[in-house]
């Protein structure tokens, strides 16, 4: 389209490109914005949040994969659900050891092989008998609650080498190549260094780098077959995802960040603080504050590209996603800067422009049909709630947080009782999250803890001694007196799970992310507590998704 002097007033929404052929001018990117996420009215729906790795089956492969999330959407579709919510499925180098935190991956826009299902990948009937010989040493691998990840990479990486070597030329991986174009070819030329010089990118020859660097493409060519090999891991990684997103919305989670050796801070390191790591100050979660080690983006630099690593990243979060929750979503409006070598104490805010990161993520909403949830957890300006209700984001509003009971929660909302950082509904009823608190050495908040059994009383009115089960029970049944958009249950909490997923600050001796629940998926489908959290969290459901 040309046009002088003024933009039309009907330009579709999306992302254009003003250029100015006469001029010694850069091209401009022009982003149009519907300015709302996609929200159907009186949406009243319930869903399952789980952590994907912990939900195995007796077929898995020591770990929860794409084929269990298809199978647990299936019978929670059937249970009256309309939505899952997932942990962040983004891939970490492929290296050893596996980072095991989902919020420190290598990409925040390709994702890991350790939830491919093997056993489903389209191959030969040679290849499909070849594959047979790891299954005794993968099965056993569920055997143990202490999910390996270090074993499950090994196995999955040598199986899809076996399988690699039967694969045809295909037309959908074809097709799935090039509509990723030179971020995929990239992220691929990442792994196979990765593989040859380490996972963290900062410590390869000088040569290597950058992605840019003509050694680089010099080794991308002499390692074609093996950049390809990558590339087919991602397509079956799409399609696997893409399967397990028929039955049901499947929300995907976003990190804040990711690694500074990472794949994106590989290809966007001239637009990164690599001297800072984002992280919170000190309020009363975290006396200390917070330091979580992922570089930040410079908003100027950020925004002299168009947004594009962002527009990026968004887009392949929610691709064959019914919904997006951004973690720490006040990242759009500032983030803690912590510079290194300082504590967390001594960082300090850095603005973002928060009106035109919202604007992109509207478009990238509306284009996937996805509901957007933003984290507001912690130290939160009001003036950003309102933003963010404006855009239709929801804000996240849990149990152990709340002064207000469930039946006052706002309605652009999700509520839940937990999140993957605080103890489940077991954990604090038994004492038991207390307790190895305690065996860790941490500093424990003794009265925030005795808020929380206090708070489990009153809500249920459940005497101090009643079994854990009727008190999970009663607290999803008052949960679903919430009028917010969606209701979501823990499959820990479902399976009375004890332990959380995640313990910050705990030593390395303690199993954070690497816990498969208690049952296997399915015990599950028949388990009684599953089947009464489901019950109560229907009777919330008005307007089905």
């Known amino acids: 389209m040309y046009v002088e002097r003024q933009l039309p007033s009907d ?25 709302q996420c996609h929200f159907p009215s009186d949406l009243r729906i319930w869903g399952w949040n789980v952590q994907l790795y912990a939900l195995r089956s007796q077929e898995s492969w020591g770990i929860g994969d794409l084929a269990d999330l298809r199978r647990l959407a299936a ?37 890991s092989p350790l939830y491919l299902r093997l056993d489903e990948v389209p191959t030969t009937v040679q290849a499909r008998a070849e594959l047979q010989r790891f299954h005794p040493t993968a099965l056993k691998l569920n055997d143990d609650r202490r999910i390996h990840r270090d074993e499950v990479f090994r196995l999955k990486m040598q199986a899809l080498e076996l399988l690699w070597h039967h694969v045809r030329d295909d037309s959908a991986f ?58 087919w891991i991602q397509w079956l990684l799409d399609t696997q995802l893409a399967m397990a997103s028929e039955h049901l919305a499947v929300m995907q989670d976003l990190p804040i960040g990711f690694a ?28 200390e504050g917070q330091e979580w080690g992922l570089p930040p983006f410079v908003p100027d630099k950020l925004r002299s590209v168009g947004y594009e690593p962002f527009i990026q990243t968004i887009r392949s979060t929610m691709r064959h996603a019914g919904g997006l929750r951004i973690d720490h979503v006040m990242g759009l409006f500032r983030l803690w800067w912590v510079p290194q070598g300082m504590t967390s104490k001594q960082g300090a805010y850095v603005r973002y422009p928060a009106e035109d990161l919202l604007a992109i993520v509207a478009i990238e909403s509306q284009r996937a049909r996805g509901i957007v949830v933003g984290e507001d957890l912690g130290t939160v300006e009001e003036c950003a709630r309102k933003q963010l209700s404006r855009h239709n984001i929801l804000s996240y509003r849990v149990l152990w947080f709340e002064e207000k009971p469930p039946a006052q929660y706002p309605v652009k909302a999700l509520a839940s009782v937990s999140t993957h950082d605080l103890p489940t509904v077991a954990g604090v ?26 708070m489990l009383e009153a809500l249920t009115g459940l005497p101090e001694d009643a079994e854990v089960g009727r008190v999970i029970e009663k607290t999803y049944e008052r949960l679903s007196d919430a009028p917010s958009a969606i209701v979501m249950a823990s499959l820990e909490d479902a399976c009375a799970t004890l332990e959380r997923p995640n313990i910050p600050g705990a030593p390395g001796s303690y199993p954070n992310w690497s816990l498969a629940l208690p049952l296997s998926l399915e015990e599950v489908e028949s388990a009684p507590l599953a089947e009464s959290v489901a019950r109560s969290l229907h009777r919330h459901t008005k307007d089905p998704f």
């Open 429 to 454: 009823w038994t004492g038991v999250d207390l307790q190895v608190q305690h065996d860790l050495g941490l500093h424990v908040n003794e009265v925030g803890e005795k808020q929380r059994r206090e």
């Open 75 to 111: 019978w929670s579709a059937n249970e009256g659900a309309d939505m899952v919510l997932i942990n962040p499925l983004h891939a970490p180098a492929p290296v050893l050891p596996q980072e095991a935190s989902p919020y420190s991956p290598s990409t925040r826009r390709y994702r």
């Open 174 to 231: 074809d097709a799935y190549r090039s509509s990723e174009g030179r971020a995929l070819h990239d992220f691929a030329i990442f792994c196979v260094l990765a593989e040859q010089q380490g996972g963290d990118w900062r410590r390869w020859p000088v040569k290597y780098r950058r992605p840019d660097g003509i050694e680089v493409q010099r080794f991308a060519e002499a390692h074609a077959p093996r950049v390809r090999f990558y590339e």
């Open 11 to 35: 330009l579709p929404i999306g992302y254009h490109e003003l250029a100015f052929p006469d001029e010694q001018v850069a091209p401009v990117r022009v982003i149009v914005s519907p300015r």
């Open 260 to 287: 500074p050796g990472g794949a994106d801070a590989w290809m966007w390191q001239d637009l990164l603080a690599m001297e800072a790591s984002v992280g919170a100050p000190p309020d009363l979660f975290s006396a």
